[in-house]
């Protein structure tokens, strides 16, 4: 069974859609077998990829309402399985809100495709709603991207808040794997000083290296290519 990962971070503008694109792309460089999910509704994985939301016929907001099964709307680009989003998604998120077992969806929904795959990573959108909670019950760990900021410490312990409820009532078994820190800076005694902060404030890892900032970072997803084929 595949080992399923939900990148989170209800702050958004933390690099969770990178970090998720590049793990991918460096797992299927090693011949690991990758599927990633577009979680938010503002597509942004989807987009990175090199497809336009706007033309897709079906997407995980269709799998969200039962319409199709996941394995009908994966879209293979570079040799990562893609299940893509839209702006439709918010749709299903006021969708499921009336419905019983609605933290579940997503999680029984990946069940007929997890052993194809050796990754599943989940890319969350930046809020603590239903969707969020689906990536959170659906995963066995979770992977917490932050900028070393002053507004760090407050969206990680909401998060990590959540997370506790979520072991407490949807899936007791789910593990954080740490925090990575993104867009460093370390010219600045501010980011220096939230990455020192973090670990002992939240009782998690951040993991090493933090990740500096990078124009070539940002130009990749224009380009449709993760950073690695792009530089």
């Known amino acids: 069974m595949g080992t399923v990962i939900a990148v ?43 497809l336009d939301p706007d033309e897709l016929t079906a ?28 702006i439709d998604l918010a749709g299903s998120e006021i969708h499921l809100l009336t419905k019983t077992g609605r933290e579940f969806v997503l999680g029984r929904a990946l069940k007929s495709i997890i052993d194809d795959y050796d990754y599943v990573f989940i890319d969350c959108a930046p809020s ?15 992977l917490i991207p932050f900028q070393a900021e002053t507004l760090s410490h407050r969206a990680v312990g909401q998060l990590l808040d ?27 005694n501010l980011g220096k000083q939230v990455l020192a902060e973090i670990p002992a404030a939240h009782n998690i ?21 993760s950073v690695l084929d792009h530089a």
């Open 59 to 86: 997407t995980i907001h269709d799998v969200m309402l039962g319409r199709v099964g996941v394995s009908e709307v994966l879209v293979n680009v570079d040799g990562i399985d893609l299940v893509p989003s839209s």
């Open 205 to 225: 890892e951040v993991l090493p290296p933090p990740i500096p900032r990078s124009v070539k970072v940002a130009e990749a997803p224009g380009r449709g290519r």
């Open 8 to 50: 989170a971070n209800q702050k958004g503008g933390v690099a969770k859609t990178t970090t998720v694109h590049t793990l991918a792309a460096a797992l299927v460089e090693r011949d690991r077998r990758v599927l990633i999910v577009d979680l938010d509704p503002q597509a942004c994985l989807t987009y990175e990829n090199g």
């Open 162 to 188: 959540t997370i506790n409820d979520v072991r407490a009532y949807t899936n007791e078994d789910l593990t954080v794997l740490g925090a990575v820190a993104t867009m460093f800076d370390r010219r600045t």
């Open 128 to 142: 603590l709603g239903i969707l969020t909670l689906n990536g959170l019950t659906a995963a066995d760990h979770v």
